[in-house]
């Protein structure tokens, strides 16, 4: 009899309550999807933020993901109350959110404006999507 093993996937929450409370007042979050931890690199980050006036570790609450991690995005929007909130490569399901997410798109959800793009390697590789993501910049930062 042939039995077939149900893969097991571990769903792990980003804590987010070491941060700095100011850092959680930002309003302006940054949700980026990594392979792992070596491949994290927020040069290109820093130059897409710097088109619009902001500085990474100054301005915007950079939430770092990898694979595994489950950031409970519905209960930050309520406790916390970002203006906009960025996301590089990751799913609403890894934001534990149930939505329909259009790329390069501004939508507003409980009561943030969200911004869902493809992953920063896809981006800086490819000249058509950096001008879709300016287009939106320029649309949720007013430029």
Do not use: C
Request: hydrophobic share 45%; charged share 20%.
């Amino acid at each position: 009899m042939f039995h077939r093993s149900t893969p097991t996937y571990e769903i792990r929450e980003t804590g987010l309550s070491p941060l700095p409370k100011e850092m959680l007042s930002r309003q302006v979050w940054i949700a980026v999807l990594y392979r792992d931890e070596a491949s994290v690199d927020t040069t290109f980050l820093e130059k897409i933020l710097s088109a619009v006036g902001l500085r990474l570790h100054k301005d915007v609450l950079f939430l770092p993901l990898f694979q595994e991690d489950f950031i409970p995005m519905g209960r930050l929007l309520k406790s916390k109350q970002p203006n906009t909130v960025m996301v590089f490569g990751a799913t609403p399901f890894q934001l534990g959110l149930q939505v329909a997410a259009s790329r390069y798109e501004p939508s507003k959800l409980g009561g943030a404006t969200f911004l869902w793009a493809d992953a920063l390697s896809v981006l800086e590789a490819d000249r058509h999507l950096k001008s879709q993501l300016w287009n939106a910049m320029k649309v949720l930062f007013s430029i």
